[in-house]
Structure formats: C-alpha cells, structure tokens
C-alpha cells in the first residue's frame, strides 16, 4: 500500500468513530442495542485481519463473515461521509 492511501480505519477515525470490539451474535445484537440506548451512532465492518498482529485472529480467519467489528461516535457527529457530496 503506498504512503498516501488511506486504510478504512484511519478513515472511520478521522470521521469521528471509535472502534469497540469485534464480536458475533448474539453479543453482536446486545451491544448494539446497549450503544444505541446510549445515544450514539452505530456502524459494523467486517472484521479486518492484520497480519502484523499478535493477538490471535484464529477465530477471523476460520469463519470471518460471523463477526463484526463495532464502531460507535456520539450523534452530534459532523459527518464527512454524507453521501450528499
């Protein structure tokens, strides 16, 4: 990847989103529901897997469209990504 590109994350991190966890249902659904109940906005990706990492991602890589990674910002956001522009 050349130095200029912008990965995803640094996308949603400069939009105003903090990455929570990555998970499946049905904590997937809880934890959804909970931030929603705390007034901030919810966005799921699909898990990215880094090959640079030392945390285990066995999990990912056997069945990597179960889980989600959570990301959350407060409402009153101002938002880059409208798809307005």
């Not at 934890?31 to 285990?56: I, K």
Request: aromatic share 8%.
């Amino acid at each position: 990847m050349a130095d200029t590109e912008v990965t995803t994350e640094e996308r949603l991190v400069a939009d105003g989103w903090t990455k929570q966890f990555n998970t499946d249902e049905p904590r997937l659904s809880e934890a959804v529901e909970m931030y929603q109940q705390m007034g901030l906005e919810v966005r799921l990706e699909a898990v990215v897997l880094d090959p640079d990492s030392e945390t285990c991602q066995m999990c990912y890589e056997q069945d990597c469209h179960r889980y989600q990674t959570i990301w959350t910002r407060p409402k009153d956001e101002p938002r880059t990504d409208d798809d307005l522009f």
